[in-house]
Every structure is written in C-alpha cells, then in structure tokens.
C-alpha cells in the first residue's frame, strides 16, 4: 500500500521539528482527515478541551461539568470510550478542564478544578483541584495528586497543563497566576508562586509546549472584569529541571490586544511554530514564532460570530489528523438535566478553520 504525498510531506516537516524541538523520535502515522466542519454526537460532552494523540488517531475530550474524558474517533465518528474517575467524574463541581497527551509515554494527563472559583470570578477558591496520570497501555489510572494541599486552599483555578521531556508537569492556575510542578512519580510543588494574595486577579488560562518551551497566556494582572483585551504570552524554560522557574514575556508584533484568553495550543502540523489563542466569546488569535518564541509575529484573528454558533464560546482549539486545526464550540449548559450534573445537549460543533489560519500564516 502506498503512503499517500500528504503524509510524507507532513514527515518532513515534522522531522523538520523534532530537531528543533526533540521529543522522543516517535513516528506520526494518522491518516489524512479531510471532513471539514462537523458535530460531535455525545450526551453532556461540554467539552472544555481537546487533544489530538497522533499515536492512536483519536481524540481526547475533557468533558467539563461531568468531569471525564471522552475518547473520540474522528475517522469513524465514533466515542470509544469514556474514562471516569472514581470521587470525580458525576461529582457536582470537580471540572475536567486541562489535558496533555505524551506519545512517549502514553500517559494522559487531566486536570480537574473545583468550579467555585471559576464561578465567584476567584473569589472564593475552595474544593479539590486534581493531576492525574492516566495510563493508556494499561487502561488505568495511574495516580492522581491533589492540587489544594499544596496551596493549602490559599489560591486556585488550575485549569490546564504542560508536560517536560522527563516527565514532569506543570499545571497552571488562574487565580490568581501560579504554577505547580508535578514529579512523574506525582510529587506536587510550587513552581511558581502566586505573585498576590488577592485570588480575583485573573493570570494563566492556558499552557502548551514544544519539547521544554512552555507557553502560558496570562489575562495579566487584574481582576476579571477589567481583563479584556490585556492577554499576554510569556515562555517558561523548562529544559534544566529547575524546580522553580520564571516567566518572561514574548513580545508581540503588532502588539494587537489578545482578549479574554481560554486554552492555547502549538499544533503539531506547524511543528510549535504557530500558536493559537482561544478567546472566549471572541474568536482565535493566531501567533507565529521563528525564534523558539522569544518573539511572536501577530499574523491576524478569526472570529467566531458564525451564524450557526450563537453562544460563540471558544474554549479552545484542537488538531485533527495530520493537518487540521478546529476551534471548539462549547455551550453554557442552561438548566442540569435531572440527577445529573451537565445540561441536555448532545451535539457538539467542531469547525475546522485550516484555511482560514493557513490564509493568516502566507
Ligand atoms: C466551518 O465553519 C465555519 C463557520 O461557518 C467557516 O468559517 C469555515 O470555513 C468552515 N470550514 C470548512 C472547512 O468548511
Ligand atoms: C455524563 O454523565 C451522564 C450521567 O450522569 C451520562 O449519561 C453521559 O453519557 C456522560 N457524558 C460524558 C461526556 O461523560
Ligand atoms: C485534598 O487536600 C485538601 C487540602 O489538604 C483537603 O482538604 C481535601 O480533603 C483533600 N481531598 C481529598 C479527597 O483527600
Ligand atoms: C500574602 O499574605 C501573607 C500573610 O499575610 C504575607 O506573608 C505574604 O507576603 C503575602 N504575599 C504576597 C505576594 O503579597
Ligand atoms: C434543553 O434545556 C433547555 C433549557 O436549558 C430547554 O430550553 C430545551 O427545550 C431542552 N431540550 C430538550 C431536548 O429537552
């Protein structure tokens, strides 16, 4: 059987990228997937984030209010699976909200946060905040490390995560800005310390990360209702190991104002040089790096006022299969369905905005 063009010229690239940002020398080898926009069919998914694995072609959606993490295939659309975590998943207010994937190790990482603050806009940060390991050889949970009793119930909001080339993760939280470092035996500690005592202050929403360059977007510096339109990238350093790390800012040309930023990724098909940045009820903000993101190009922004997604709220974006990039459609979920936690919606867009972004990077 012959290996189509696409995917050798996706190699190259990729190879292009694994020597700038090395991650293992895993092969890419998802077939093309070419179905332009379409909808998730999956009771209550809410999907707060999504992650491609390119090793099984599948992707991993954190489904927010019940608090799992839905296997998807695209190619056939189907849900494979959905994993549930023991005092989490159905637990009225533990969120499934951050995720990473690392080929090399076929561990799933999954943030859960505790919905208060998230609901009091920081102001009250109490309720559990959970990494956890899951192990996909296995089918298992691998362990699970709670976030609260290294913060102490100080601060909170974590809501998504980075993992380094040893394993290590760095789960960020928003209110306000901190980020916490995980072992890969599951040993928390503080990596970098929330910089105030006032928890409204709304900081980090969103991390990706290509080898040990690790990005966050920051709602920067004031309470959440005067963070519009002040979002901005800083890079961590993650290549010594260093316990505690400091974040320096990725100055943006033109420095275009970012709105309310939700999740970023680097997807793999622009090998870590692009990033995008969900803004919720806004659009995508699409960024471009050709120095290992000591700068950024602002090369344009989507928005999401499509006639068909009347909320327009854009948690974030996801690769599918070798070069497709979609942004999320999520839904506020109105009233719970009876004796459960999550609403009654069942469809789920998915727009694929390739060309779109494709257009913004020529
Ligand atoms: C998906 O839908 C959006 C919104 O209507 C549109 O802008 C985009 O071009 C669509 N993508 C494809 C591949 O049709
Ligand atoms: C959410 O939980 C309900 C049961 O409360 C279940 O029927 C549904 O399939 C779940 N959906 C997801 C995405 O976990
Ligand atoms: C998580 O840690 C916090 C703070 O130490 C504690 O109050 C809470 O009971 C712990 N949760 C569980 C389920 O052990
Ligand atoms: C937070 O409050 C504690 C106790 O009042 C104080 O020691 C600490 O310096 C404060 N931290 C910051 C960043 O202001
Ligand atoms: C779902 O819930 C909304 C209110 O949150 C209601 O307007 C709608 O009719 C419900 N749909 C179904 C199919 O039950």
Redesign the pocket.
Known sequence: MGIPLINLVVAGLLFAVAQAFPSGGHQHKCPPFNKGNFTVSQFQLYPENAIWDDRHCVVYFASLFNGSVVVYDPYRDKVNKILEFP?ITNVLGQHASGLDYDPVTNLLSVVIDSQNPFLTEGADVSG?NWLLKYDLTRNKELWRT?L??VT??LWGGFQDVSVDTRGNSYVIGTYPKSVIKVTPRGKASVYFPPQTNDTTVHGYTGTAHAGNTMLVVDNNGTPESSATGNSEIYRFDLSSGSPHGTPVLVPRTPHTAIGEADKIHLPQAYGGTVLLVAEDLRGLTVLRSLDGWHTAEHRGFIPSDFPVFFQKIVPSSIQIGPTKNYLIGQYFPGEFVPGTNSGNRSDFPMFDLTAQIDALLA
């Open positions: 005092g559990d709670n609260t009793a102490k119930g």
